[in-house]
């Protein structure tokens, strides 16, 4: 069984790398489940409200 936090930095991976969705590392988990976590959360902004909160959140303690 893997864990949230496997699939979680196999999303960061992959953005950070740019690499094809298939090309994640099996420490992070089935490609298909990191994928199928990304997926839905980036079609509902998910992601992208968490970049706008962490860079507000960076800028205020700056």
Not at 10 to 17: L, S, V, Y
Not at 37 to 62: S, V
Request: hydrophobic content about 35%; proline content about 6%.
């Amino acid at each position: 069984m893997w864990r949230w936090r496997q699939l979680i930095d196999g999303i960061r991976w992959r953005t950070r790398t740019g690499a094809p969705r298939r090309d994640v590392p099996e420490r992070y988990g089935p490609w298909d489940r990191v994928y199928d976590l990304f997926r839905p959360r980036q079609w509902d902004g998910t992601w992208a409200r968490i970049l706008t909160r962490l860079q507000a959140e960076a800028d205020a303690k700056a």
